[in-house]
């Protein structure tokens, strides 16, 4: 008798149980734990980097303050800087500026807004799509054939074709595909009714393009140009190929054609040689080039997506 | 205007054959005059004469390996927790971490791998002590590089699978878990797939972290070991262009760069086609 109403009694607390539904899913839980964990675990990967590059590469700073931003390279750790790259790299980004922006806002508008759903056309997107995907030390060696070797008599003769004109157009290829990518997801976000509107006034097709479609995928297509730069600022392996580690700047005064046809370092590829050098000193100065890189990138990516909220369209 | 937009476009078509020709036409002058033997001599030392492909393809295959065993767990886990059970707020604040682990350069890693995974965990784990320069940290390193990507990517396949898939699954009594690993995942499964293949093809890419922290500058000789040094196709290439006598120069050297290249083009080539395909079924479906 007892025992059977004892276990009544813990049927009836079960049958309590169920019905407020308040009993734990421990295997739930526990999925749940270990998919918040990988998550964290990337926080913690990248603020242990941050942590390490900042606690060795301060030191740079606080020594020497902005002489070592300004510094050229030297066989000398304590004379070292960061000058010649940070030139190199800002010389590098406006030929890539000037080249892949144009070219490639272009190829997007044509892919988007002219070009018929034909077999040529989809073998373009499907060929853009796959450029994205070749690792950038390709691009390096397409750069080494092409600009260093066949094209050297215009990308520099003196310097044996290794300079920033054949930097800059290099990576100007690297960012090719992405900036095409990102201005046709930029316009393909432009609803039609805005393009029927403009051909029902009896716009053109370039009228409807340039005063209509282009300024509201104006805010999507600069995040996405934006952004391609911060890659390309600290794209390293294709400016090994193409000569970017080995030279360093001339410092006598030259014109504008001798300068972009001379050699030259940049930011990630002197922090390349440092990290190289098993002496302490040359490890801190790569880790001091390595905050000025992580400190611009990141301050662009910022810019871009601030740009990106402030401007942003729902339709 | 039409033209000239369309002279952009064509520009892309252009780029892909001059990489086709530069690399095929070089590498061809590599295959015709190298000693087959010299392609499988035990050691990757082109100063000398040995092209052992074996030796980079391994090495390359080892430390994509590795990557992939950090990258996988973390990545889709991430993506996981992101797109099913995190609350808006948690995924404004989480979301940003990996777009901004996305942002490092690879470079950066290739120095965390060298100066911070390599003494503290590879030399701890590898009880049989291990070399400064070694494919564990260089891997490691690799799968942190591939984890935003495999985690947004595989994030966005299963953010694209309709909310009437999860409510169904709801109304039949399922838990959230069993939600996620049986009717979402499952439902997401291509765009899963294409993201691992895109992470491995990134993977396989990656050049500066090895060239920093895998110590195959000065050449190196078969070895699939994760403690000790080794080779890949991308270090093979770097340590060709910056070795002491230039690219130009010693007669195979330069051809043997090519050769590589050729490899490593055709090998991500070939994954990135294949996840084009998984990515196309998902938009068929839905």
């Known amino acids: ?315 | 205007m039409r033209l000239l937009f369309m002279g952009a476009a064509a520009l892309s078509v252009v780029i892909t054959a001059l990489i086709i020709l530069a690399i095929v036409g070089e590498a061809w002058n590599f295959i015709s005059q190298v000693d087959l033997p010299a392609l499988w001599a035990g050691g990757w030392f082109p100063r000398r004469g040995m092209f052992d492909i074996p030796t980079i393809v391994t090495g390359t295959l080892a430390i994509a390996g590795i990557g992939m065993l950090v990258a996988v767990p973390l990545g889709l886990g991430a993506a996981i927790y992101l797109a099913e059970y995190a609350s808006p707020r948690a995924r404004g604040l989480l979301k940003p971490v990996l777009e901004i682990l996305a942002s490092v350069p690879s470079i950066v890693l290739g120095y965390f791998a060298l100066q911070w995974i390599s003494p503290n965990v590879i030399q701890n784990v590898c009880v049989g002590g291990s070399s400064n320069f070694n494919m564990g940290a260089a891997g490691i390193a690799v799968g942190i590089l591939v984890t935003p990507l495999i985690a947004s990517v595989a994030e966005d396949a299963m953010y694209a699978v309709p909310r009437s898939l999860r409510e169904a699954s709801y109304g039949l009594g399922a838990r959230k878990r069993t939600t996620s690993l049986r009717v979402v995942v499952p439902a997401a499964i291509s765009g899963i797939v294409a993201a691992l293949i895109i992470g491995f093809s990134r993977a396989l890419g990656e050049t500066m972290i090895v060239a920093i922290a895998a110590g195959g500058t000065g050449g190196s000789l078969f070895s699939l070991n994760p403690c000790g040094q080794g080779q890949t196709m991308t270090a093979a290439m770097t340590a060709l262009a910056t070795g002491s006598d230039q690219v130009r120069g010693s007669d195979l050297a330069y051809p043997s760069l090519f050769f590589v290249g050729f490899l490593l083009f055709a090998f991500t080539l070939a994954l990135n086609v294949l996840s084009e395909r998984f990515v196309r079924s998902v938009r068929l479906k839905y």
């Open chain 1, 1 to 315: 008798m007892t025992n059977l109403a004892s276990s009544t009694s813990v049927s009836a607390e079960m049958v309590r149980e169920r019905i407020s539904g308040r009993r734990v899913d421990v295997g739930g839980r526990t999925f749940e734990v270990f998919l918040l964990i990988a998550l964290l675990a990337s926080l913690a990967i990248l603020v242990t980097l941050l942590v390490d590059v900042f606690s060795r590469g301060s030191g740079v700073y606080l020594e020497r303050g902005l002489d070592f931003l300004v510094s050229p390279l030297s066989s000398e750790a304590s004379g070292a800087g960061i000058g010649q790259g940070l030139f190199g790299s800002l010389a590098l980004m406006l030929i890539v500026a000037l080249t892949a922006f144009p070219i490639g806002i272009g190829a997007a508008i044509y892919l988007e807004e002219y070009a018929r759903d034909t077999t040529p056309t989809r073998f373009i997107t499907a060929n853009i799509r796959n450029l994205a995907g070749v690792p950038s030390i390709v691009y390096g060696l397409l750069g080494l054939a092409v600009f260093v070797v066949a094209l050297r008599d215009f990308t520099g003769p003196e310097s044996q074709g290794r300079s920033i004109l054949s930097g800059g157009l290099t990576l100007a290829i690297v960012v090719l595909p992405i900036v095409i990518i990102t201005t046709s997801e930029a316009l393909r976000a432009v609803p039609t009714g805005i393009r029927e509107a403009a051909y029902g006034v009896g716009a053109t097709r370039w009228q409807t393009v340039r005063s209509h479609v282009i300024p509201y995928a104006a805010p999507g297509i600069l995040t996405g140009t934006i952004l391609s730069m911060a890659r390309a600022f600290g794209e390293t392996a294709p400016l090994i190929m193409v000569g970017g580690a080995v030279s360093f700047l001339a410092t006598s005064d030259r014109g504008l054609l001798e300068t972009i046809q001379g050699k030259y370092t940049t930011l990630p590829t002197s922090i390349y040689q440092w990290v190289q050098e098993p002496q302490r000193a040359f490890i801190e100065l790569s880790a001091a080039g390595i905050m000025a890189l992580l400190v611009t990138i990141l301050m662009v990516n910022g810019i871009a997506i601030f740009l990106r909220n402030r401007y942003a369209r729902r339709w």
